[in-house]
């Protein structure tokens, strides 16, 4: 029978991998209920018949592209585990630069946020974690996404967030809020990246912008202003090379102390603005 150590030394089947070996240990880390340091204490401990052919099942499917997040049913985002499927984004982690930004930015006072697009949560939840006391409306136009980050929100015990199905702000009516985020579809329809990696497995709806990715990024930054409380903050990711871009869409439309973040490469990433409501 194959060992921990065996199964763990198949890294060169994963060609296309980033990293092939972490894979592998996510993957046994999955099937055993174990962790990667179990697996490095325990190297010899043999899977049984049954473990190695879901093991083989699982590496098959990773082999042929299909991500991790999706193998496993989970990603941590912000240390926290959020359940993952077909129907949202897998969060990243230079997501958690606007997260990082928005607690830096932000009064220590309660406040009323709202997270655009939310998919599984990710954002709002991550925020939800650092400030109990704020609230928090998260929404998605698709249904099967509200239906995860609801359950994520339940898993995680979160009551200052509020789960809404809407097409960005069409169901919010005239509420406002102190804080508007977004992790909004930013990649051109035309990006040759989309046929390759994670991407492929991920609903193209939360990946592509008309635009060269920018349309969503421009409607965002134009209704926003309706909904953003004097002095309100608005911060969106967007594309490694669309900083300047979005740093323009924001000063026309009237925001200031615009600037963007860079995310863990050192690339441009966050995009944030200030709204005084003097422009509508």
């Known amino acids: 029978m194959a060992t921990v150590k065996d199964n763990l030394l198949r890294a060169s089947e994963l060609t296309e991998s980033d990293s092939p070996r972490l894979d592998l240990e996510v993957l046994l880390c999955h099937l055993l209920g174990k962790s990667r340091a179990w697996l490095y204490t325990w190297p010899e401990h043999p899977l049984d018949e049954v473990q190695q052919a879901q093991f083989e099942h699982l590496l098959k499917r990773r082999v042929a592209g299909e991500p991790v997040a ?137 990946l592509v ?13 134009s209704v926003a202003r309706a909904h953003l409380t004097a002095g309100g903050l608005l911060a969106v990711e967007h594309g490694w090379d669309q900083g300047k871009a979005v740093r323009n869409i924001f000063s026309e439309r009237g925001y200031s102390e615009v600037e963007t973040r860079l995310d863990y490469a050192g690339r441009e990433r966050i995009t944030l603005g200030r709204f005084s409501g003097a422009h509508l």
């Not at 959020?82 to 930004?101: F, G, H, Q, S, Y």
């Not at 635009?211 to 409607?219: C, K, S």
Request: net charge negative; with cysteine; hydrophobic share 45%.
């Open 70 to 206: 999706h193998l496993t049913g989970t990603r941590e985002f912000w240390s926290l585990p959020l359940k993952v499927n077909r129907a949202t984004l897998i969060p990243r982690p230079d997501t958690e630069v606007l997260v990082e930004a928005v607690l830096a930015l932000c009064p220590p006072e309660p406040l009323r946020l709202l997270d655009l697009g939310t998919g599984t949560g990710a954002i709002a939840l991550a925020l939800a974690s650092e400030k109990p006391h704020w609230q928090i409306t998260a929404v998605d136009r698709m249904p099967a996404a509200v239906a995860l980050a609801e359950e994520n929100r339940q898993q995680l015990g979160f009551s200052n967030v509020e789960i809404l199905q809407s097409d960005w702000f069409a169901a919010l009516a005239e509420r406002t809020f102190d804080v508007i985020v977004s992790n909004p579809p930013y990649i051109d329809p035309k990006d040759p990246h989309l046929r390759e990696g994670d991407v492929r497995f991920e609903p193209l709806s939360a």
């Open 209 to 221: 912008a008309e635009e060269a990715g920018l349309a969503d990024i421009r409607e965002i930054a």
